[in-house]
């Protein structure tokens, strides 16, 4: 089986892994940065020459930045996550305080909704008495 870049590229975007932001990309360039070196220090360390072991720093600092960044970009991901679960959650109800003179032509009047009439609620409009609370559910 031959490998080739577009292929590759392609498979990862279709699986939603392609990295897509700047901070994504510095990430996995870092990551196989620290893979690099790491394989070329134990390449080294087979043949016992020296330039090996100063390696070993330069392999842990990218590692740990590239951990960071992956730990910056799961935790975004995370509460993108939550967050949009939360927020069709809320979503749900939406209420209206108004006059039901002033607001009957409205759209969202023609939908099917609960009206809360209050003695104490008053506005602005001509006739107050007509002031309500609308309630619409989404479910």
């Known amino acids: 089986m031959q490998w080739s870049y577009p292929e590759l590229r392609r498979k990862l975007i279709e699986a939603d892994l392609w990295p897509q932001g700047r ?3 510095l990430a996995c360039y870092l990551a196989a940065l ?6 070329l220090q134990n390449l080294l360390g087979l043949f ?3 330039w090996g072991e100063h390696l070993g720093g330069w392999v842990s600092f ?3 930045l590239a951990c960071v960044l992956f730990f910056v970009l799961a935790f975004r991901w995370v509460k993108r996550r939550i967050l949009w679960r939360l ?3 809320l979503i749900v109800t939406y209420m209206f305080i108004g006059n039901l003179l002033v607001h009957k032509y ?5 939908r099917p909704h609960r009206t809360i009439e209050l003695p104490f609620l ?3 409009a001509n006739y107050p008495d007509q002031d309500r609370i609308m ?3 989404e479910k």
Do not use: D
């Open 23 to 25: 901070m994504a990309r």
């Open 34 to 39: 620290a893979v690099a070196l790491f394989a």
């Open 48 to 50: 016992s020459l020296s």
């Open 62 to 64: 990218l590692a740990f």
């Open 87 to 89: 927020r069709n959650r």
């Open 106 to 110: 409205k759209p969202i009047m023609k």
């Open 122 to 124: 008053r506005s602005r």
């Open 135 to 137: 309630i619409w559910n």
